[in-house]
Antibody, heavy 120, light 106 residues
Framework: QVQLQESGPGLLKPSETLSLTCSVS??????????WSWIRQPPGKGLEWIAY???????NYNPSLRSRLTISVDTSKTQFSLNLNSVTAADTAVYYC????????????WGQGTLVTVSS | DIQMTQSPSTLSASVGDRVTITCRAS??????LAWYQQKPGKAPKLLVY???ALESGVPSRFSGSGSGTEFTLTISSLQPDDFATYYC????????FGQGTKVEIK
């Protein structure tokens, strides 16, 4: 049974770079034909898809965030990461990683989420 | 991009009620639609995918229907564990979510 676990800095200042990691237990990012996404949720608000990386390391980004994003697979192949640069208070959110069976698909497995607060 | 609009935003209901939530897409998404349940402080949980396919382990009181631009999630008999916020998601073109429907106790 695959499980996902996010980790991140918790608190960072405006203009800094947010780095998040999703650890995959019970599987590998590069096997099984799956797609691995980041999704965020500002406090009290709805869900926003951010980016995905595929089993063969193809990537896709939300057009509204593309210029600030990088998603990658770690050399261990059991983690994938997201970098979001030049953060502002608007990037304050719970960040989730999730898995889908296709590039544009429903998310059958989610991590528990990690809260990131941007504040000076 | 495809916009998803849910109605109502809030729904007050009692245990045993039949509850219906609607999700409308700004253009046809065929049947590429999912429904999630989210409780406070928790990750969303997939209930329905491909408009009407029930995720494994989800109680049969949940059902989804629709195609094109209009979709519904129905809970046939509301249970205490069902008070939560529900989101629809289209995945026909990129991935976008509705704004959510909170089901609260009447």
């Amino acid at each position: 049974q695959v499980q996902l676990q996010e980790s991140g800095p918790g608190l960072l200042k405006p203009s800094e770079t947010l780095s998040l990691t999703c650890s995959v237990s019970g599987g590998s990012v590069t096997s099984g034909g799956y797609y691995w996404s980041w999704i965020r949720q500002p406090p009290g608000k709805g869900l926003e898809w951010i980016a995905y990386i595929s089993y063969n390391e193809n990537t896709n980004y939300n057009p509204s965030l593309r210029s600030r994003l990088t998603i990658s697979v770690d050399t261990s192949k059991t983690q994938f990461s997201l970098n979001l640069n030049s953060v502002t208070a608007a990037d304050t959110a719970v960040y989730y990683c999730a898995r889908s069976s296709s590039s544009w698909g429903s998310y059958h497995i989610w991590g528990q989420g990690t809260l990131v607060t941007v504040s000076s | 991009d495809i916009q998803m609009t849910q109605s109502p935003s809030t729904l007050s209901a009692s245990v045993g009620d039949r509850v219906t939530i609607t999700c409308r897409a700004s253009q046809s998404i065929i049947n590429w639609l999912a429904w999630y349940q989210q409780k406070p402080g928790k990750a969303p949980k997939l209930l329905v995918y491909k408009a009407s396919a029930l995720e494994s382990g989800v109680p049969s009181r949940f059902s989804g229907s629709g195609s094109g631009t209009e979709f519904t999630l129905t809970i046939s008999s509301l249970q205490p564990d069902d008070f939560a916020t529900y989101y629809c998601q289209q995945y026909n073109d990129y991935s976008t979510f509705g704004q959510g429907t909170k089901v609260e106790i009447k």
